[in-house]
């Protein structure tokens, strides 16, 4: 089966997750399915909490490249996958995985993915969902706050020490290597509506 990989990159906020489910939920049930970047956060069982805390999670090293792409070879090869599970409010990997089986449509989502040459080059389409910064952070806050249990101190300080630094050292260069770049994220329905045209005229030919 000749599988279709396509990355979603953008900066946190940026709208990524939804344009990617937003794909996801355009085409044909079982002909997609969504592998998060997230999900592959190394796990610091050694450390605390506030170890863990302290941690640079936006750092490219922060996350099992390997294994991600071990992950996306498997699923070329029409493999299953047990996908990890991350603890977001516990700076922890879960002890269950997620089985993801192969589909024609793989959709790659996470900051990182196009800065990650490994990654990179394993992706047939590459989008870059570019949205302005003070929207972005305000999401983060809104995100983090309701969802990961952070306090808005936690967030300040982990916004000014790592978030914006590796935004500007590793995310924004990486809109370089994009195809397609999308503007303001999910509110984007005419970019969505494109590229889900352009996969299904894909699927169409392929006959899959």
């Known amino acids: 089966m000749r599988t279709l990989f396509i990355g979603v990159a953008g900066g946190t906020g940026s709208g990524k997750t939804t344009i990617a489910k937003a794909l996801l939920e355009g085409l044909p049930r079982s002909r997609c399915v969504l592998v998060q970047y997230d999900s592959y956060y190394r796990d ?7 170890g863990r805390s302290g941690l640079n999670y936006d750092h490219p090293s922060s996350l099992e490249t390997e294994l991600m792409v071990a992950h996306i070879d498997a699923l070329k090869d029409s493999k299953s996958i047990e996908m990890p599970q991350y603890d977001f409010a516990n700076h922890r990997r879960k002890p269950e995985t997620l089985r993801v089986e192969p589909a024609p449509v793989v959709i790659v989502e996470g900051i990182l993915v196009l800065a990650e040459p490994t990654i990179r080059e394993r992706l047939d389409v590459k989008l870059y969902v570019d949205t ?13 706050i309701e969802v990961r249990g952070r306090t808005f101190t936690q967030i300040r300080k982990q916004y000014y020490e790592t978030v914006r630094p590796m935004h500007l050292a590793f995310v924004e260069p990486s809109k370089a290597f994009a195809d397609v770049i999308i503007p303001e994220g999910g509110e ?17 030919r392929l006959g899959v």
């Open 44 to 50: 610091h069982p050694e450390l605390d909490y506030e």
């Open 188 to 204: 984007n329905q005419v970019a969505i509506d494109m590229v889900l045209a352009k996969v299904l005229h894909w699927l169409q």
């Open 132 to 144: 302005a910064p003070d929207i972005r952070l305000m999401r983060r806050i809104r995100r983090d």
